[in-house]
């Protein structure tokens, strides 16, 4: 999953990035909220973990900021662990939170419940205009006017990060990062794995080219 950790104290930022990542997690790692909320409004984030004492902006103003914006998950790390303290985390928007001290454990077992998830097998109904498919995970195919397509193993892992990171734009590093992070992929074989899906969900304007910048996928979804 794309993480975003935002921890002041040094020693706890280093240890959790360390066994994030070790988990096979991407981590975007932070001291001030100033700096992730920047990086938030460019970058697709699955899970947000914030301490609430931070220098410059607090983490429950952090919490309010996200939550103009985002529904993503929010684990909060927190020394206050009084009954109001949490009732007022849940008020602000946070989906959990740990107190301090904590095991990484915990926060791992938390993390690896979200992915599944997020990451649980459905089936999604993606529309455009007056175009749709149906996307079977399980299957890897899709179905666009009653005709069954197939896709590969990549195929499907692309047109799955697309699906949920819509309208967002997505650069073809986060691409081959995310989606061909085990291959020798460079720019111009995603730019072949995007116009390959095109081709094969039959509408070419459902994944937009963003010059410079990567593509985007401008179907809205739902799951079934």
């Not at 001290?101 to 992915?115: G, T, V």
């Not at 666009?144 to 990549?154: C, S, Y």
């Amino acid at each position: 999953m794309n993480i975003m950790l935002i921890e002041d104290e040094k020693k706890i930022r280093d240890m959790l990035r360390l066994y994030l990542e070790q988990e096979n997690h991407h981590v975007m790692a932070f001291s001030h909220a100033e700096e992730a909320l920047k990086t938030f409004a460019l970058t697709p984030v699955d899970v947000v973990i914030t301490d609430l004492m931070l220098p410059g902006i607090q983490g429950e103003s952090l919490l309010k900021r996200i939550r103009e914006t985002s529904a993503v998950y929010v684990l909060v790390i927190t020394a206050k662990n009084t009954d109001e303290d949490k009732l007022k985390l849940l008020k602000d928007g946070a989906d959990d939170f740990i107190a301090k001290p904590f095991k990484i454990e915990e926060i791992l077992y938390k993390l690896n419940n979200i992915q599944k998830r997020l990451y649980a097998v459905k089936t999604v109904t993606c529309h455009i205009q007056d175009h749709s498919f149906v996307f079977d995970e399980n299957d890897m195919r899709v179905t666009v006017d009653d005709a069954e397509i197939q896709l590969n193993k990549t195929e499907c892992d692309l047109l799955l990060y697309f699906i949920k990171h819509p309208k967002q734009t997505l650069s073809r590093q986060q691409i081959i990062d995310h989606v061909l992070s085990e291959s020798d992929a460079y720019d111009r074989i995603v730019d072949t794995y995007v116009k390959t899906l095109r081709r094969k969900l039959r509408h070419k304007s459902i994944i937009e080219t963003v010059y410079g910048a990567g593509y985007k996928f401008k179907g809205v979804c739902q799951h079934d």
